[in-house]
């Protein structure tokens, strides 16, 4: 039976004012609702006008809360941070909410400070620095205690998405793109320009200095200087004040009020607003130039889009990306504007193309779309039971308990957050120090407790708990790769084991032989990939760029991965290589061996040395980052003498890029053999024969659609949500996964 969702809502934004930042709690209110979520938004201000609480509270499921009418405060002024934390603390328990939405950088960093509201915080921020740059290490501390107290954080555009989990550590994996959102329009427009009539221009918005507002005003003037008719109709009512320009705001309120040519229409609800929009001809986006480098979209040309309605706007890469790099109507300065209306005026079809070629723009901006993605997010973060936990389940009269043994998690968590969301499932950690150094009254408790006991690593932990399990109990382990020349599995109670997960067939075949656990116990689960976080658009020069992610110790073997870079720049002096790793020296286990320094030291000689090579090979520094960083490269590199899965290969095809692989042992099992090539000469040469073929995006998209038939995060988690209950089949050690999609 699904479960209904409940949520709170809270912007740190004043509902009485038409802007951006109000239009969004509706719109998310809105796409919540429609989701099938109980969702009540809580007020920051008494309700000066309904314009835009009135349709929140039509809305089905949504409850607005006013606290100040319902008694929840004395005050008459806007909540402050800490005052709407505290009320949403006490909104959370008359009725626990599963996931609460927040916006505004102070009422974020209150909220994340709450130990009540975290990890079900869902984080939306746009006030924060919009270049690395910007960003100083107190700025970072807050973001990074945002992102650990965050389930999600929202962002609004994929150039911000990569700016945060850049700059802030702990973020990859919890930025999931939330771009703004229009509804469709649910009021007629109204009569739109008959030949002859001036050109309408329309602006919807707050008045700032940044936005152009005093200048467009003065476009009807100038427009009439070309000897064309024009008329600026403005709607909005938030005019701001200018610590540097006091005067500012009332030569602002004047134009407005007196400047022929100009309409203002004051506030209006937000479909009222979009149908006056309708009726314009063109719509008005031109910011100055310092607005140009802001990672925002503005959600009013959106819904400009929306309603067929081209834009003057600015060209910056974003909105390059949104409209093409082709779309005539980017403009600077009035002469741009006063250019792109002589042209519509000698070309008055041109209107209709454009606003064509604009509404299919936006499409994926529209409410239906965002509410598919978000229905997605919510299965995905609060999934259901497969029948089999839910009838175990039952059977007990609780949640299955559920112990994870391990000192480390790096490739575990996110399955163990999707089995912790599980409602049948009640996950705890039993975390040891080191490999066998743990808290041996915790691990009895422990062992006490579960139902369940999962060994992540076949290491020091799967002796104990094999040692420790009771009648009844299921103990789960998963084997890696270095335990199995490890003498520690001598002393394991094999008997006590019921599945042994290996990552690949290969290692799950090793494991029998070199073990004498019993075959028909040991399966294999591919490693997981979030092929959702890694679908992110490739940059110009994509198909240029090799990439090596992880290149110690030694046995990743960069050399070749140099070496493969060497044979194309002899051919194309494009080809660049990326590497993402910590360095082997910042590994005191590697760097202490003298062979693993000689082989780095022969490597950077020949980054140093080789003119074919040198200054074509950057390091970028380890990092959770990788989604991000993978969006320049076109192909990913496994050049390794060994491995037990490798996951770097199966990242980038999630990417869409094209995987190149060294036949390491095992290999064939996991990959496709089309991406397998004998040698560094082969692989440059079918790299190479791609590229200049035209054939890249064919083969990335080829690749993308494998790894989504292999080795999703969902089916990998919900394959390891059955394995807490029933046996997998052997079959599993045997067979290759999935190669065609």
Not at 188 to 202: D, F, N, Y
Request: charged share 25%; proline share 6%.
């Amino acid at each position: 039976m699904t479960r209904t969702l409940r949520a709170i809502v809270y912007g740190d934004v004043n509902l009485n004012i038409l802007d951006g930042s109000a239009i969004w709690v509706q719109s998310m209110s809105e796409a919540l609702s429609r989701a099938g979520v109980d969702v009540r938004v809580l007020l920051k201000a008494p309700v000066e006008t309904g314009r835009l609480v009135d349709p929140l509270r039509a809305l089905p499921g949504v409850s607005v809360v006013d606290p100040f009418t319902s008694g929840m405060t004395s005050e008459r002024t806007p909540l402050s941070a800490d005052a709407a934390v505290s009320l949403i603390e006490r909104l959370d328990g008359e009725s626990p909410a599963d996931l609460i939405v927040v916006r505004g950088l102070r009422l974020v960093t209150v909220a994340a400070a709450s130990p009540r509201l975290r990890g079900r915080l869902w984080t939306y921020l746009t006030d924060i620095p919009q270049s690395p740059l910007d960003i100083d290490d107190e700025q970072r501390d807050r973001l990074a205690a945002i992102a650990s107290a965050s389930r999600w954080m929202l962002c609004q555009t994929e150039e911000l998405r990569s700016l945060i989990e850049a700059s802030i550590p702990g973020t990859g994996g919890r930025c999931v793109l939330w771009s703004p959102i229009v509804p469709a329009p649910a009021v007629a427009g109204l009569e739109s320009t008959t030949e002859g009539a001036p050109l309408r221009l329309v602006y919807t918005g707050k008045f700032a200095p940044l936005w152009n507002t005093l200048e467009m005003t003065r476009l009807p003037a100038l427009l009439a200087e070309q000897g064309i008719a024009a008329e600026v109709h403005m709607v909005g009512d938030k005019i701001h004040d200018v610590p540097g320009d006091p005067e500012w705001s009332s030569r602002m309120r004047g134009a407005l009020e007196s400047t022929p040519g100009v309409v203002w229409h004051g506030g209006m609800p937000r479909q009222q607003a979009m149908a006056l929009a309708a009726s314009g001809d063109l719509g008005l986006s031109w910011r100055a130039p310092e607005m140009d480098a802001s990672l925002e979209l503005s959600t009013k040309v959106l819904e400009f889009g929306v309603l067929g309605v081209p834009v003057l706007l600015n060209r910056t890469p974003m909105h390059e990306s949104l409209l093409g790099a082709d779309y005539p109507l980017f403009v600077a300065d009035e002469s741009d504007i006063a250019s792109a209306c002589a042209q519509i005026a000698r070309d008055p079809e041109l209107l209709a193309v454009l606003g064509r070629r604009i509404t299919e723009s936006v499409a994926p901006y529209r409410m239906e779309a965002a509410t598919e993605r978000l229905r997605a997010l919510l299965a995905r973060t609060f999934p259901e039971d497969p029948a089999c936990v839910a009838a175990a389940s039952q059977a007990v009269g609780r949640p299955l308990r559920v112990v994870v043994a391990s000192h480390d998690l790096k490739f575990f968590t996110r399955i163990q957050e999707h089995l912790a969301e599980l409602p049948g499932v009640e996950l705890r950690l039993d975390h040891w120090e080191a490999l066998s150094v743990h808290d041996s009254a915790a691990s009895e408790a422990m062992a006490a407790w579960a139902d369940v006991v999962i060994c992540e690593w076949a290491g020091p932990n799967l002796v104990w708990y094999s040692r420790h399990k009771r009648a009844g109990q299921r103990l789960i382990v998963r084997l890696h790769r270095f335990e199995l020349d490890a003498g520690w599995l001598a002393d394991v109670r094999t008997e006590a084991i019921d599945q042994v997960v290996c990552v690949s067939p290969f290692y799950a075949q090793l494991t029998a032989a070199r073990t004498e656990w019993p075959a028909d116990r040991i399966v294999v689960i591919p490693n997981w990939v979030d092929v959702e976080q890694f679908d992110r658009p490739k940059l110009t020069g994509a198909e240029f760029t090799l990439g090596m992610i992880g290149i110690s110790p030694h046995r990743k073997r960069p050399d070749l991965g140099v070496e493969i870079l060497a044979r194309l720049r002899r051919r194309d002096r494009r080809y660049r290589l990326a590497v993402k790793s910590k360095m082997p020296w910042d590994y005191w286990w590697i760097w202490r061996k003298p062979e693993e320094r000689a082989e780095a030291e022969r490597l950077f000689h020949r980054l140093h040395d080789d003119p074919v090579v040198a200054s074509a090979v950057t390091f970028d520094g380890f990092g959770s980052d990788v989604a991000a960083w993978l969006r320049r490269v076109g192909w990913v590199l496994s050049t390794s003498d060994d491995e037990s899965f490798h996951l770097a290969p199966a990242e980038g095809m999630a990417s869409g890029a094209v995987p190149v692989l060294l036949p390491w042992p095992g290999a064939d099992t996991i990959y496709d053999t089309r991406w397998i090539h004998t040698d560094p000469a082969t692989a440059a040469d079918a790299i190479h024969e791609i590229t200049v073929s035209g054939r890249w995006e064919e083969q990335r998209h080829l690749a993308r659609d494998q790894v989504r038939a292999s080795f999703p995060l969902d089916a990998v988690c919900d394959t390891w949500a059955r394995i807490l209950v029933e046996d997998l089949s052997p079959d599993t050690a045997q067979g290759t996964l999935a190669r065609d999609a």
